[in-house]
């Protein structure tokens, strides 16, 4: 599932690159968690102004 | 409960976009300080002292070139070896190597080869990719191109196809003559040779199974 890590230099963007569960859990973190986060907080709000 | 739903809700949309839009600038701009120090060329000095860098200094002219497989990596990566002569001399300077790979530069865009060839993955693929093709056992010591030419080393015979291709039959799409000039060829192989020393991680895909190809069946 993980294969060893084998870049010239080793970089964050190699990382990144190295197949697509890599990118899927970077992905995920950058985006969908936060925005889970968000969707939480607008809810609260929402609830709060009726 | 509330009546009105969070995905009809423009601030929550707004927020989302507004944090990934802003993340995904901040990646941009980091990714390009990333790729700036990794293409960066090194010197004559980190060869000397055998570091390695994904682009050489110019003075890798000096050095003996061979494309190895890496198992760890899946795919070939230049190697630099020991010194090896190129057109009769060894000890190029820093200054004289990069002179020489600057006027072989300006003369592949003068000449516009990545019209018929790609270089660096830039270019066409009407005639054959560049890239590595100082490695390409066509031109070495038992090579059919180097025979071809009548001359005794890789680079003289690569600057003698390049000032007169189209005395050559090699491909059935022969190269035009282009009225490149004795020293601009000794420049292109410069230019080429150095290129070929890049660490481009493998690409050309497959260029170390040319063997079969350049001696086809």
């Known amino acids: 599932m993980f294969e060893p890590f084998v870049d010239v230099v080793p970089s964050f963007f190699g990382w990144l690159n190295q197949g697509p569960l890599t990118l899927t859990i970077f992905l995920h973190t950058i985006i969908i968690l936060p925005m889970i986060w968000i969707y939480k907080q607008e809810k609260a709000r929402l609830e709060r102004e009726e | 409960m509330a009546n009105k739903s969070v995905w009809s809700d423009n601030r929550f949309w707004q927020r989302s976009a507004a944090w990934v839009t802003g993340f995904a600038s901040v990646l941009l701009i980091w990714l390009t300080f990333d790729t700036s120090a990794q293409i960066s060329m090194g010197n004559d000095a980190d060869l000397k002292n055998g570091v ?82 100082w490695l390409d056992p066509a031109w070495g010591p038992e090579g059919s191109l180097q025979a071809m030419t009548g001359k005794n080393t890789r680079e003289e015979a690569m600057a003698e196809f390049l000032q007169h291709p189209s005395q050559y039959p090699t491909h059935e799409r022969m190269m035009p003559n282009l009225g490149i000039t004795a ?25 170390g199974k040319i063997q079969g190809a350049v001696h086809g069946k």
């Open chain 2, 183 to 207: 020293e601009e060829a000794k420049g292109l192989v410069a230019f080429l040779k150095h290129m070929s020393s890049i660490d481009t991680n493998g690409f050309p895909r497959n260029f």
């Open chain 2, 52 to 133: 390695t860098k994904r682009v050489p200094g110019p003075t890798v002219i000096n050095y003996k070139i061979t494309y190895e497989m890496d198992t760890k990596r899946g795919h070939e990566v230049p190697v630099i070896g020991g010194k090896e002569k190129f057109f009769g001399r060894d000890d190029y300077s820093e200054e004289e190597a990069g002179a020489l790979l600057h006027l072989g530069k300006l003369g592949s865009q003068a000449k516009n080869c990545m019209d018929c060839h790609t270089l660096l993955g830039n270019g066409a693929y009407y005639a054959p990719d560049l890239t590595k093709s």
